[in-house]
């Protein structure tokens, strides 16, 4: 079993930055490959990025690829998502994922946080 906990949300002024957090206990955290996803306010939950156990390679949401990075620290069992020059449209809550499989961009992740608020203001 892996647990996931998300922080670092918050509210933010548009063109402003944020890192996300997501701090995993349990299984061997180096081996998993992680994802962040989010969801709007009456939208479903979709693919920001992934990144896989190696952490050389990342995919991204064409709607993020350039402002946000994702990225790992195995020794600290922590996943990031740091967001820059952020958009109205990047308000959401934001769920960090895990899977001992690489899932890509998929939903098929095994392991959920409970989520991070980010609201961004125009």
């Known amino acids: 079993q892996v647990q996931l906990v998300e922080s670092g949300g918050g509210l933010v002024q548009a063109g402003g930055s944020l890192r996300l957090s997501c701090a995993a206990s349990g299984r061997t955290f180096s081996s998993y490959a992680l994802a962040w996803f989010r969801q709007a306010p009456g939208k479903e939950r979709e693919f920001v990025a992934a990144?896989?156990?190696?952490?050389?390679?990342?995919y991204y949401a064409d709607s993020v690829k350039g402002r946000f990075t994702i990225s790992r620290d195995n020794a600290k069992n922590t996943v990031y998502l740091e967001m820059n020059s952020l958009e109205a449209e990047d308000t959401a809550v934001y769920f960090c994922?895990?899977?001992?499989?690489?899932?890509?961009?998929?939903?098929?992740?095994?392991?959920w946080g409970q989520g991070t608020q980010v609201t961004v203001s125009s």
């Open positions: 994922a895990a899977s001992p499989d690489w899932v890509g961009t998929s939903e098929e992740y095994a392991y």
């Open positions: 990144i896989r156990w190696s952490g050389g390679l990342t």
